[in-house]
């Protein structure tokens, strides 16, 4: 009989653009203080992408760090998936962009939006294409320029979004399975909640769009935040659940690194002690697909989790869309 296929974490990477915005460049553009946005959000900078440096620019730059980190050579991959919402362009895909820097000829790439649930959601999609035996060695990554689709003017958001990349490579294995569950939801109702309006098919690019100012994001913060914290929540238990693992179990909690008062507060309602809960958001900003990844990464590289510890991620996002994993370092 056949060995059932596991999926093993080979190794993960993080990248973000070298030009730091500080919540006291923020003051000199907006009417806004370091005071309000820290105490609102948890967030005191992020980075921010060069004018030509794109989205695709920091998946290249990300994917190098995961091949290092994974000891394997480029040519080990066969599928290559990008989670963004800030595609170099509507098509190609940023995958395919990202395919070309890497000199992967032939593969396929793709691109997977689901705002900043799109890393959780990468993680199924793969999970189901090595467990179905169709690809082996899959490079993940979720890749964000938000600034580049941020109304600076609005002090709402403005002062919340960051740049920046994540990475993991996953591949098929007998031995181990460092995937233990995934749980994934989705509810289109909410879709007016936090959207970006312009340059689709409901609102082709005119001279009128760019002047309504309607390629930028759009939010109603405080009605997101209701609709947040109870579905982030149920998605934890939900993946822990089809884990078979208690919460005391879990040696680290990431939750997406959206807003300091989302995270506290899906954090009390899942009864979570905040020392067992991964935070930067104070130096990325919300950095949608790429938060969970980031921050997973982050936490292995400073000794947050070892080898063999489990971790629970969890994310929600425009879609509305929510899911979680628990994974095995």
């Known amino acids: 009989m056949n060995k059932k296929i596991g999926v093993k974490i080979l190794g993960t990477g993080s990248y973000f653009p070298k030009k730091l915005l500080t919540n006291a460049d923020l003051e000199k553009m907006v009417d806004t203080s370091d005071e309000w946005i820290n105490t609102r959000t948890g967030i005191k900078e992020r980075r921010?992408?060069?004018?030509?440096?794109?989205?695709?620019?920091?998946?290249?730059?990300?994917?190098?760090?995961?091949?290092?980190?994974?000891?394997?050579?480029p040519d080990k991959i066969d599928l290559i998936i990008v989670a963004t919402i800030t595609p170099d362009m509507f098509f190609p895909s940023t995958a395919c962009f990202l395919q070309k820097k890497l000199g992967l000829n032939s593969i396929p790439a793709f691109d997977?939006?689901?705002?900043?649930s799109g890393f959780i959601y990468g993680?199924?999609?793969?999970?189901?294409?090595?467990?179905?035996?169709?690809?082996?060695?899959?490079?993940?990554?979720?890749?964000?320029t938000l600034s580049k689709i941020t109304d600076w003017t609005d002090r709402n958001t403005c002062v919340l979004f960051g740049d920046g990349a994540g990475a993991m490579i996953l591949s098929a294995s007998e031995e181990d399975d460092n995937i233990l569950s995934t749980y994934l939801g989705a509810d289109g109702a909410y879709s007016d909640l936090?959207?970006?309006?312009?340059?689709?098919?409901?609102?082709?690019?005119?001279?009128?769009?760019?002047?309504?100012?309607?390629?930028?994001?759009?939010?109603?913060?405080?009605?997101?935040?209701?609709?947040?914290?109870?579905?982030?929540?149920?998605?934890?238990?939900?993946a822990l659940e089809l884990s078979g693992k208690k919460l005391k179990d879990i040696s680290l909690f990431i939750p997406h690194?959206?807003?300091?008062?989302?995270?506290?507060?899906?954090?009390?309602?899942?009864?979570?002690?905040?020392d067992k809960v991964f935070v930067n958001i104070h130096k990325t900003g919300n950095i949608s697909s790429a938060t969970t990844i980031t921050a997973l990464d982050e936490a292995i590289k400073t000794g947050r989790v070892k080898r063999g510890d489990l971790v629970a991620m969890v994310a929600f996002g425009g879609g509305f869309t929510w899911g979680a994993s628990v994974v095995r370092i």
């Open 257 to 274: 690194q959206a807003n300091m008062r989302i995270i506290e507060a899906v954090a009390k309602k899942l009864d979570i002690p905040m």
């Open 48 to 73: 921010i992408a060069e004018k030509n440096e794109t989205t695709s620019d920091l998946a290249y730059m990300v994917s190098l760090e995961a091949l290092k980190s994974s000891n394997i050579s």
């Open 112 to 116: 997977l939006s689901a705002a900043c």
């Open 123 to 144: 993680i199924a999609t793969v999970r189901a294409f090595i467990e179905s035996g169709l690809y082996r060695t899959v490079l993940l990554v979720g890749s964000e």
């Open 194 to 238: 936090l959207f970006l309006p312009g340059g689709g098919s409901a609102n082709p690019a005119t001279a009128e769009t760019v002047n309504q100012n309607l390629h930028t994001m759009k939010m109603q913060g405080k009605d997101v935040f209701k609709a947040a914290v109870p579905k982030m929540a149920l998605s934890a238990q939900k």
